[in-house]
């Protein structure tokens, strides 16, 4: 019982803070949390479960499915256009410099939309994918769960130009990062730290970190705003020069639960990442205070996690008779058919 309270509180949290968030503060669309109940009743089961499977062997894959919908959300809005690879028709967002070697899940993703093709063909969208699965995925990491709005569907373009320009970047200011949540039309200060807080699962790459412990902002030294101990601790399993693929833990405490360590790990100056550490080490920001509260106070960052998720999976949806729903998640269907087309013949 104690364990699901979060959860249970989180769920009505989602329902008080909609009605307490002023008009045109959620974006006028058809998404509805009760979208497939009728088309695709077992969608959430479905996506809980291939989740379930795929942590047996690979405990990062909650963070990178939630990861996933984040980049997708930012570019163009929650259209499932990351999940593109390339062909002649589109120039693939996973080449670009915040996705390239580093974006994965993806066939995690393709084998829910196999199940979903199965089970309800032609229903459920890869954006709505993204959605649900991000939710299963932080309640499965121990995080709250929430009414997930539905009924987007899938963009027939990708667009690595703004993919490179508008994800947020692990080495940025804090001033960058706020000009990029602002573009989006997410606030720059709860929204920012809560969403921030996904860093709280999930692992890094060396190379993200590297210039950060031996040359940070080309001084030939290390970032002066992490905690001398945990410096020390990063450079043994990131020496300079060595294998930039080796993977660090984001947050150093509980690796792979969602909670509330992230805020007290940055408190402690113990962000891996710069744009991590700028929320609670740039002198004077208005994010120091929400740092603070959550770190003492996990069901805060909890019910301001869940707003947060709604608002930024209201960006720009595709809905009504725009888009299509894919029958891959990779290819848009002119593309899909083609190629089957061409298999069969």
């Known amino acids: 019982m104690t364990e699901e309270m979060p959860s249970l509180r989180c769920i009505i949290a989602t329902l008080f803070f909609a009605l307490l968030l ?33 942590l047996l062997s690979d405990p990062r894959i909650g963070a990178s499915l939630l990861r ?57 969208s890869c954006a709505d994918i993204l959605a649900i699965a991000a939710q299963e995925a932080v309640n499965l990491a121990g995080g709250p769960s929430w009414l997930v709005l539905l009924g987007r569907r899938d963009s027939t373009t990708a667009n690595r130009t703004l993919a490179n320009l508008a994800i947020p970047a692990a080495f940025e200011t804090l001033d960058i990062l706020k000009s990029k949540f602002a573009a989006v039309g997410l606030n720059t200060s709860t929204d920012l730290v809560a969403l921030s807080g ?45 294998n930039g693929s080796v993977l660090v833990n984001l947050d150093p405490t509980t690796p792979n639960t969602f909670d509330s360590n992230y805020y007290t790990n940055l408190q402690a100056q113990e962000g891996l990442l710069q ?57 848009v269907h002119m593309d899909y058919t083609s190629s089957n087309k061409w298999s069969s013949s």
Request: aromatic share 8%.
């Open 275 to 331: 744009s991590d550490q700028e929320l609670f080490s740039t002198s004077g920001a208005d994010t120091i205070e929400i740092v603070e509260r959550f770190s003492s106070n996990q069901i805060a960052f909890f019910e301001s996690f869940v707003v947060s998720m709604l608002k930024m999976g209201n960006i720009s949806p595709v809905t009504g008779t725009e888009g299509e729903i894919r029958l891959s998640c990779r290819r």
């Open 68 to 124: 996933l919908h984040f980049h997708d959300c930012f570019v163009n809005g929650c259209d499932a256009s990351i999940l593109l690879d390339n062909s002649a028709t589109i120039e693939s967002e996973k080449e670009a410099a915040p996705n390239n070697n580093s974006a994965r899940g993806f066939e995690v993703v393709d084998a829910m939309k196999i199940a979903l093709e199965f089970e309800c063909p032609g229903i459920v």
């Open 22 to 54: 002023p008009p045109g503060s959620f974006p006028a669309t058809t998404l509805s949390p009760s979208f497939y109940d009728e088309t695709c009743p077992t969608v959430f089961s479905i996506i809980r479960g291939i989740i379930e499977q795929a």
């Open 198 to 242: 996904a860093h709280t699962f999930g692992r890094a790459q060396c190379t993200i970190v590297i210039e950060r412990l031996y040359n940070f902002n080309g001084t030939g030294k290390a970032d002066p705003t992490l905690n001398a101990t945990y410096l020390e601790t990063l450079r043994k399993v990131c020496p300079q020069g060595g």
